[in-house]
């Protein structure tokens, strides 16, 4: 599955549409959800957090010890915990 795929699956298990979707637009940025409101739980922790509230799908707890086992440093775990995240809802 893309990213985009999985932006757009997460999107809809959150309950954020958009009625029109630009492919260069959100492959380089994220979804436009609203009027200049950009979402995109792959980039953005605020974005990832609010998604694992707004769909528990996931236990944080256990997904972040898992992230330091898997990752050497701060950054990779959490790319590791957002992406992690988004699949979780995006194919609950």
Same mark, same amino acid.
């Given at each position: 599955?893309?990213? %985009?795929d999985l932006?757009?699956? =997460?999107?809809?298990? #959150?309950? &954020?549409?958009? @009625?029109?979707?630009d492919f +260069? ?16 739980? %792959?980039?953005?922790?605020?974005? =990832?957090?609010?998604? #694992?509230? &707004?769909?528990? @799908?996931?236990?944080?707890? +256990? ?19 957002r992406r ?5 809802? #995006?194919?609950?």
């Amino acid at each position: 599955m893309s990213d %985009l795929d999985l932006i757009r699956l =997460a999107a809809t298990a #959150a309950g &954020k549409h958009r @009625a029109e979707w630009d492919f +260069d637009y959100l492959m380089s940025r994220g979804v436009d959800v609203s009027r200049d409101m950009l979402w995109n739980p %792959l980039t953005s922790n605020g974005d =990832a957090l609010w998604l #694992a509230v &707004k769909v528990p @799908a996931v236990d944080l707890e +256990d997904l972040i010890a898992e992230a330091w086992r898997a990752c050497d440093d701060h950054s990779a775990a959490c790319a590791y915990v957002r992406r992690a995240i988004t699949e979780a809802v #995006a194919t609950a």
